[in-house]
Structures are given as structure tokens and as C-alpha cells.
């Protein structure tokens, strides 16, 4: 098998390779699934539309067995890399594999589904390539259960977000997703198939859960889940000044459970009637106008936007659900008067994030997303001590004119994240922010250099400002930046990197570490 798939390789690298090798490198692997020498395509692009690197195979596993085949041969190989790719929304080429083996990670999507109780909690065990959506569909439909935290777009793996993550406006009281698993099935570098939890194998565990990829591929994910609400009740108010809108989203968050809200997000949106970036996206309900005349004379460029949700199941009492969401909830919020607006949505669309809203509207985000325009995404998380310069700097300077799609920032919890996992936070206190800058080209905006380079500069003004700040789906072009990004972690992380893929294999497009080249 390894004498094969290393002739393989050698043919590819000097581009002599004949399709007629292609059932013999099969048979040697020999897989349950299957092996695509010619169909590349797909693997060399991802979601950003920035990069693109052909591999030299697609690999469709049909389980954890056929990951590890792979991923042993290439750790027997002199030079092979591999990278795992979910749903093609990396935007940096972080799922690519320039001239190595991509796994495609959606084949797997159907192998692991169970639901599980221990200790009086419920579980739910899925593969490392479903999609959070079909979890959801399934969680609800068949049991009334839904995972306890999400992300803003469902059409994501969940190997892929607890790599990274998981973050939407459930994380203020859940934590992240990464904060919501119990157990993984991961293969490591070396191709060994290995159960890892809090008290097994933690080091992988706590490594693996925010760790780009680069310590193993995630194949089974056991999570955390609690009732589904039958209703849910969304309601979005306008902010003309900045320092209300972060006092009061500070303050739902850090209310108690059942004092408050289930779902906090807030954003930021143009002072216009733009129709992408300005007035218009704001509606909960097409039928709902927004009233541009409410706006004080004095407001700047950019307006502020909180977004919350009640969750209630149809027994529950209207004045009950009326005394948080109303009594206790927005009475007390500062919002600009006459900019209101409420929305119920019913059991199954309640955790579709940012694009419930949109669905109302006509869909355009989605269509957007669907579509796969370039997208130079950028995301970012800020320390409360910084987040007012931000907004002085970015939002009301660089960005007053928005980005082709919604400009999210809201609060988060340090005490909801686990620091034993390789995601990094701000190192300064228990609030800070998330900033979603989600971009889109369009044939009338700017070209795609130009969004990454106003990407670009914004990092830099982080960096000169002395920001306490990381880069959310991180992506950097030298081993000091990745360093800074880590701060004291990085050894940590280098610690861990020798001991799950020694060989430097795994997620070779984050471009933390080069493969070491094997002469054996």
C-alpha cells in the first residue's frame, strides 16, 4: 500500500501520472470509500474565493477507518500532507492541500447518529461531517432535543466549527460550541483512531476542540443538548449611540437564567437606505417598514442593532413570556424610540441564526452565501477595554459604508470558555466582543483585493494600537504572527503538535507548520 501510494505521489510531482494508476492506488489504500484523481476541483477553492491550490487527490472516506488508512499512509510517505475539508467555508485556504491529499469529510456525514443520556443529561453523537442543519432537523423532529449552542449559519461541519469554535448569541450563556462536547472520535497525525474526553486522552481532547485541524481530524462529536422550545420569540431595537447599545447588551448578558433573554446578538448597519448595508436589512418582517424618521438628528454614520430571542414552549403563559421579553427585558433597554420590531418563529427555524431575518425579507443573505461569491471574510474578537476605539476607528471610519453584508458585534463570557482548549480569547477581562465582518463582492463593490486588503489594514490598526485582540478563524503568513496569536500558549501548542502529528501532516493550508520531509 505505501510503496504505491508513495509512487503515486512521486507521478503526480512530476506530472506523469496516467488515470490508469488510479484503481490500483484504490486497491492499495484499500478503502470503503473512494479516491477522485481528476475531479480536484472543488477542494482547490473554498468559501473566501481568495486562494486556490489543486490537490493532488480527493479522498471520500466512508468512516473513521478510511481517515486513518489515509492518513497513516501519508505519515509513511516522504512528503504527503493532508487536509480535511467540510463544507468548503474555510476563506483563507485553510482546508486546502497544495498538491497533497484533501478528505472530503461530507461523505460522512450519515455514519453516527445517537442519542445518548448520561448523568441524568442528554447527548446526541454525530460525525465530524454532518452538517449543524440536518443536526438540528433531526435532534427536533425526532426528539424535541436541540444542541445547547450554535453558530450564525447552520450550513457548516461540525468537525469543522469545533475546530474552530462555534460562536452565535446562545455562547453568552452556553460558551462556544467547542464548550458543548463531552467527547471525540479523532485521527491524529500519526493515523491512530483515538476516544478522547475531559478524563481520556484530554490532551487531544482539549487540543483538538479549537485547534485548526492541525492535532487530528475530528470524525464523531459527542454533544451536549437540551429541550427545544415549541416558539421563539425575535425582536430587534435600533441604537443611535454607541455607548447604549454596548451598555445594554453588556447588561442582558450578564443577567441570570430566566431573568433574560436565550439569544443575544447585536450589529452594525449603515445610516442610509442602502439596501444591502443600510436601513432595509434591519426588518424582522417584510410587512414591518423600518421608520427612518425615528433616527435623531445627531446620529452618525453607522447605527446599532440588538437582537434577542425568548424561548417558550406553547404551555407556557403569554404574560409570562411577556415579562421577559417586555417587563424585564426591553423596558429596561435604551433603545432610540419607535425602532422596534418582533417576529414569532415557530419550533425548527429558531436556530437559523442571522438568516431567519433575512428568510422574512426575501432571502438575499442567503441566496448570497448559497451562491458562493467571494466571500473575504473577517472576524475578529476585541476586549471590552477596546471595543469603543474599534468602532471609532473601523466602523464609523474605514467601514461607514458597510461591507456588502451584515457587520455583526456582541458580547461574550470568558467564564463560558474552557482555556484548557487551543481556541485564544482576549487576555483581559470577563467581557469582549466578537466582530463578524461577513463580506460579499457584488458586480457594482469593490474587487476582491481591495476587501482583503481593508482586511488586512484592519488587522494592522489592531496590531499598531495595541489592541487586546485575535483573530477568529485565524490566518497569517508567518510563524511570528502565529506566535503573537498564541501569546504564552504557543509552546502549548507546539508541545501538542509534536505529539499528534510529529510529521507536521495535518491542515497544512493554515501554514502554522512545514511538513518535515522524510528521507527513510
Same mark, same amino acid.
Given at each position: 500500500m505505501i510503496? =504505491? +501510494?508513495?509512487?503515486?505521489?512521486?507521478? *503526480?510531482?512530476?506530472?506523469?501520472?496516467?488515470?490508469?494508476?488510479?484503481? *490500483?492506488? !484504490?486497491?492499495?489504500?484499500?478503502?470503503?470509500?473512494?479516491?477522485? !484523481?481528476?475531479?480536484?476541483?472543488?477542494?482547490?477553492?473554498?468559501?473566501?474565493?481568495?486562494?486556490?491550490?489543486? /490537490?493532488? &487527490?480527493? #479522498?471520500?472516506?466512508?468512516? &473513521?477507518?478510511?481517515?486513518?488508512?489515509?492518513?497513516?499512509?501519508?505519515?509513511r510517505s516522504p512528503s504527503m500532507t493532508v487536509a480535511a475539508r467540510g463544507n468548503g467555508h474555510s476563506i483563507n485556504g485553510q482546508a486546502m492541500a497544495d498538491g497533497g491529499v484533501v478528505i472530503d469529510m461530507r461523505s460522512t456525514a450519515e455514519n453516527q447518529f445517537k442519542i445518548v443520556r448520561m448523568n441524568g443529561e442528554m447527548f446526541v453523537d454525530v460525525s465530524g461531517g454532518a452538517l449543524w442543519e440536518d443536526v438540528l432537523i433531526r435532534c427536533v423532529s425526532g426528539f424535541n432535543l436541540a444542541p445547547r449552542s450554535w453558530t450564525d449559519y447552520l450550513g457548516l461541519t461540525v468537525g469543522g466549527t469545533l475546530s474552530n469554535a462555534g460562536v452565535s448569541g446562545?455562547?453568552?450563556?452556553?460558551?462556544?460550541?467547542?464548550?458543548?462536547?463531552?467527547?471525540?472520535?479523532?485521527?491524529?497525525?500519526?493515523?491512530?483512531?483515538? @476516544? =478522547?474526553?475531559?478524563?481520556?486522552?484530554?490532551? $487531544?481532547?482539549?487540543?483538538?476542540?479549537g485547534g485548526l485541524g492541525q492535532f487530528g481530524i475530528i470524525t464523531r462529536a459527542r454533544v451536549k443538548l437540551q429541550r427545544a422550545p415549541d416558539m421563539v420569540r425575535w425582536i430587534r431595537v435600533?441604537?443611535?449611540?454607541?455607548?447604549?447599545?454596548?451598555?445594554?447588551?453588556?447588561?442582558?448578558? @450578564?443577567?441570570?437564567e430566566g431573568k433574560s433573554f436565550d439569544y443575544v446578538e447585536g450589529f452594525v448597519f449603515v445610516n442610509s437606505d442602502d439596501p444591502v448595508n443600510g436601513w432595509p436589512s434591519v426588518p424582522l418582517d417584510p410587512d414591518q417598514g423600518f421608520d427612518q424618521t425615528a433616527i435623531p438628528p445627531t446620529a452618525g454614520s453607522v447605527l446599532y442593532c440588538l437582537e434577542v430571542a425568548?424561548?417558550?414552549? *406553547?404551555?407556557?403563559? /403569554?404574560?409570562?413570556?411577556?415579562?421577559?421579553? #417586555?417587563?424585564?427585558? !426591553?423596558?429596561?433597554?435604551?433603545?432610540? &424610540?419607535?425602532?422596534?420590531q418582533r417576529f414569532e418563529v415557530p419550533n425548527g427555524r429558531h436556530l437559523r441564526g442571522i438568516f431567519i431575518p433575512c428568510e422574512a425579507s426575501g432571502g438575499t443573505r442567503q441566496s448570497q452565501w448559497d451562491m458562493g461569491l467571494s466571500s473575504p471574510l473577517a472576524q475578529h474578537v476585541i476586549s471590552k477595554r477596546d471595543i469603543a476605539d474599534f468602532d471609532r476607528m473601523v466602523f464609523k471610519r474605514l467601514l461607514k459604508e458597510g461591507v456588502g453584508g451584515p457587520m455583526l458585534m456582541y458580547p461574550l463570557l470568558r467564564s463560558k470558555w474552557d482555556n484548557r482548549t487551543s481556541v485564544?480569547?482576549?487576555?483581559?477581562?470577563?467581557?469582549?466582543?466578537?466582530?463578524? $465582518? $461577513?463580506?460579499?463582492?457584488?458586480?457594482?463593490?469593490?474587487?476582491?483585493?481591495? +476587501?482583503?486588503?481593508?482586511?488586512?489594514?484592519?488587522?494592522? $490598526? =489592531?496590531? *499598531?494600537?495595541?489592541?487586546?485582540?485575535?483573530?477568529? +478563524?485565524?490566518?497569517y503568513h508567518s510563524q511570528d504572527d502565529w506566535k503573537r496569536h498564541f501569546g504564552n500558549q504557543w509552546s502549548r501548542f507546539v508541545d501538542r503538535k509534536a505529539s499528534f502529528d510529529p510529521m507536521a501532516i495535518l491542515a497544512p493550508g493554515q501554514k502554522i507548520f512545514k511538513r518535515i520531509i522524510s528521507h527513510s
Open positions: 510503496a =504505491c +501510494l508513495e509512487r503515486f505521489i512521486h507521478e *503526480n510531482d512530476t506530472e506523469s501520472r496516467q488515470d490508469d494508476d488510479l484503481p *490500483n492506488i !484504490c486497491q492499495s489504500l484499500d478503502l470503503q470509500g473512494s479516491i477522485d !484523481c481528476v475531479a480536484t476541483g472543488l477542494a482547490g477553492k473554498d468559501f473566501g474565493g481568495t486562494y486556490s491550490f489543486k /490537490p493532488l &487527490a480527493i #479522498i471520500r472516506p466512508a468512516g &473513521a477507518d478510511d481517515v486513518a488508512r489515509v492518513v497513516k499512509a501519508a505519515y446562545q455562547a453568552f450563556r452556553y460558551g462556544p460550541q467547542s464548550s458543548n462536547v463531552s467527547e471525540l472520535d479523532v485521527v491524529t497525525g500519526k493515523g491512530d483512531i483515538l @476516544t =478522547c474526553s475531559e478524563r481520556e486522552n484530554s490532551e $487531544l481532547f482539549f487540543g483538538a476542540l435600533v441604537y443611535s449611540e454607541f455607548e447604549e447599545f454596548t451598555r445594554d447588551a453588556e447588561w442582558l448578558v @450578564t443577567l441570570p425568548l424561548h417558550y414552549q *406553547n404551555s407556557d403563559h /403569554p404574560s409570562a413570556v411577556d415579562t421577559v421579553s #417586555i417587563g424585564a427585558g !426591553c423596558e429596561e433597554l435604551a433603545w432610540t &424610540a419607535g425602532i422596534y485564544m480569547i482576549p487576555a483581559e477581562g470577563e467581557i469582549f466582543y466578537i466582530v463578524a $465582518l $461577513l463580506r460579499f463582492t457584488h458586480s457594482k463593490g469593490p474587487c476582491v483585493e481591495k +476587501l482583503v486588503s481593508q482586511n488586512q489594514e484592519i488587522v494592522q $490598526l =489592531c496590531v *499598531n494600537k495595541g489592541f487586546d485582540f485575535k483573530l477568529y +478563524l485565524p490566518h
